[in-house]
């Protein structure tokens, strides 16, 4: 499966993500070509949406201590929803359909999520820190939600701005 990164500000990121039904070959293939695009392009999270497809999926890889990514610690979550959620905790957030921004966002520090294999089976995670982080960044993109949503009146400015600004330079450089 051929996929692409949409990026912002591309209405489709915007998109409620449905829910999963049939776990099939359709949606194996999805997460398979999915995960190399998520390594090659340095992400750790990735949801269907933010390659133009709107169903309940994710895939995260969380870097170990040393920043390596190792394909065991895939994670695919196919429906998930948060059951609870307590503390709080901030971390400079990146989105790779956000390129070349980053910024301090607020989530909690401490989440349990269900969610279904790519088999269909029912699993519970507890997570906490970076995967906490990653899991909320990633299920807010299910809900047509970005992290950038979540800045300040004049943070947000600031970012369009710059935003606006970067894609004319790489507009101007592709001439
Ligand atoms: C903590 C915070 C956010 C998440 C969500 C997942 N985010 C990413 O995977 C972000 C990846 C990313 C990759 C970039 O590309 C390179 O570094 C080559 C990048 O930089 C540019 O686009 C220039 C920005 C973000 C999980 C956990
Ligand atoms: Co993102």
């Given at each position: 499966?051929?996929?692409?990164i949409?990026?912002?500000?591309?209405?489709?990121?915007?998109k409620k993500?449905?829910?999963?039904?049939?776990?099939d070959?359709?949606?194996?293939?999805?997460?398979?070509s999915?995960y190399?695009?998520m390594?090659?392009?340095?992400?750790i999270g990735?949801a269907?949406i933010q390659v133009?497809?709107?169903?309940r999926?994710l895939i995260?890889?969380?870097?170990d201590?040393?920043?390596e990514?190792?394909?065991?610690?895939l994670?695919?979550m196919?429906?998930?929803?948060?059951?609870?959620?307590k503390?709080q905790?901030t971390?400079q957030?990146?989105?790779?359909s956000?390129?070349?921004?980053?910024?301090?966002?607020?989530r909690y520090?401490?989440?349990?999520?269900n969610?279904?294999?790519?088999?269909?089976s029912t699993?519970?995670?507890?997570?906490?820190g970076?995967l906490?982080i990653?899991i909320?960044?990633?299920i807010?993109?299910?809900?047509?939600?970005?992290?950038?949503d979540k800045l300040?009146?004049?943070r947000r400015k600031?970012?369009e701005k710059?935003y606006?600004?970067?894609l004319?330079e790489?507009k101007s450089?592709?001439?």
């Amino acid at each position: 499966m051929n996929l692409n990164i949409v990026t912002y500000p591309n209405k489709i990121l915007r998109k409620k993500s449905k829910i999963i039904e049939k776990f099939d070959n359709e949606l194996h293939q999805l997460l398979d070509s999915m995960y190399p695009l998520m390594i090659d392009t340095n992400g750790i999270g990735l949801a269907a949406i933010q390659v133009a497809i709107a169903k309940r999926v994710l895939i995260l890889n969380i870097p170990d201590e040393e920043d390596e990514q190792y394909d065991d610690n895939l994670i695919e979550m196919i429906n998930p929803i948060i059951t609870s959620k307590k503390g709080q905790i901030t971390y400079q957030e990146g989105c790779l359909s956000v390129p070349a921004f980053y910024e301090d966002i607020d989530r909690y520090e401490f989440i349990s999520v269900n969610f279904q294999d790519r088999d269909g089976s029912t699993k519970r995670l507890e997570a906490n820190g970076l995967l906490a982080i990653a899991i909320q960044h990633e299920i807010d993109h299910l809900e047509g939600i970005l992290f950038i949503d979540k800045l300040s009146y004049s943070r947000r400015k600031k970012f369009e701005k710059e935003y606006k600004k970067m894609l004319k330079e790489k507009k101007s450089l592709k001439k």
